[in-house]
């Protein structure tokens, strides 16, 4: 009985990442907007209806997608951040996992989805800051407040996590638009801004 159940649910877990696969690259492909459900399960080879099984429309489908592939990295984001080491060390560190975990992914896409269409859906906009902004918002700002007590920035700082995070989503919009043209160094890039903030003129 038990090895019958778990082999449903394994069933049902991998149909379910087969669905979010799908849905992953076919809004790459479209945009949330011109997506289809119907697009979705032909690329995943199964019914349509399949996918209300698991999802209630595309909009859930699209809110899962995103906690399914990001919020496993605000764990990481806040292990990182409650470590006590200099800003350098950890902003180093923070640029690393950025790029192996997000912009050399398809997490990617996710975070570029957002900010190409975010604004005209509103609620889906509100969900990506309250599962996964916010948290990584709240984290750096960790990060920030301890680095100003130590003396490393300007307390000023704490109050705009942003401008720390910045260069990641400066590299996700040129991947998306002028990468051809002249590729971006990401891990250099984002070195760079915070020996900037540091105020130093080193760069590794």
Do not use: C, N
């Amino acid at each position: 009985m038990r090895s019958s159940q778990s082999t449903r649910q394994a069933r049902t877990t991998e149909r379910r990442q087969v669905i979010l696969a799908a849905a992953l690259e076919e809004f790459s492909a479209r945009g949330f907007e011109a997506t289809r459900l119907d697009d979705v399960a032909k690329r995943a080879k199964i019914a349509k209806g399949t996918i209300y099984l698991y999802f209630r429309d595309k909009e859930s489908l699209f809110q899962e997608l995103i906690r399914d592939m990001l919020v496993p990295i605000i764990g990481t984001i806040q292990t990182l951040g409650a470590v006590d080491v200099p800003l350098a060390v950890l902003a180093d560190r923070l640029a690393d996992m950025f790029v192996r975990e997000v912009y050399e992914t398809p997490r990617r896409e996710i975070v570029r989805l957002m900010i190409t269409e975010g604004r005209r859906f509103p609620k889906i906009a509100e969900f990506y800051y309250r599962e996964v902004l916010s948290h990584v918002m709240a984290a750096v700002r960790a990060i920030l407040r301890r680095a100003a007590e130590r003396g490393e920035v300007p307390a000023a700082l704490v109050d705009f996590p942003q401008i720390l995070v910045a260069p990641g989503l400066v590299a996700i919009i040129w991947s998306g638009l002028f990468d051809r043209f002249e590729p971006l160094d990401v891990r250099r890039m984002m070195k760079t801004h915070v020996e900037l903030l540091l105020g130093s003129r080193k760069v590794s």
